[in-house]
């Protein structure tokens, strides 16, 4: 089993910058595909961005690109999302989501609790 602790959301005005962080515990060989999802009330949780073990060639959704980047520091378990030039569109709760599985899109083994980021204009 895995353990995913999200930290870092909060409120900030349009045009700002969060840093979420993610960390995993317990079977940490199953963190090979870590990623960040958003999810707004009465919507369906969509992936924001997904990075593989070896950090290479993340995956962005459009919504996010150019704003947003997503590293991972595989020493301490620990996957990361700047998020730059914040909107009011960002405003969302923030899902960390880990994988044994490459190419994973949607079914993510493990998920974390969540934690709010919202976006004033």
């Known amino acids: 089993q895995v353990q995913l602790v999200e930290s870092g959301g909060g409120l900030v005005q349009a045009g700002g910058s969060l840093r979420l962080s993610c960390t995993g515990s317990g079977r940490t060989s199953d963190l090979y595909t870590m990623a960040w999802f958003r999810q707004d009330p009465g919507k369906e949780r969509d992936v924001v961005a997904a990075?593989?073990?070896?950090?290479?060639?993340?995956h962005y959704a459009d919504s996010v690109k150019g704003r947003f980047t997503i590293s991972r520091d595989n020493g301490q378990n620990t996957v990361n999302l700047q998020m730059n030039n914040l909107k009011p569109e960002d405003t969302a709760v923030y899902y960390c989501?880990?994988?044994?599985?490459?190419?994973?899109?949607?079914?993510?083994?493990?998920w974390g609790q969540g934690t709010q980021v919202t976006v004033s204009s």
């Open positions: 989501a880990a994988d044994p599985r490459a190419g994973v899109r949607e079914n993510y083994a493990y």
């Open positions: 990075i593989t073990w070896s950090g290479g060639r993340p």
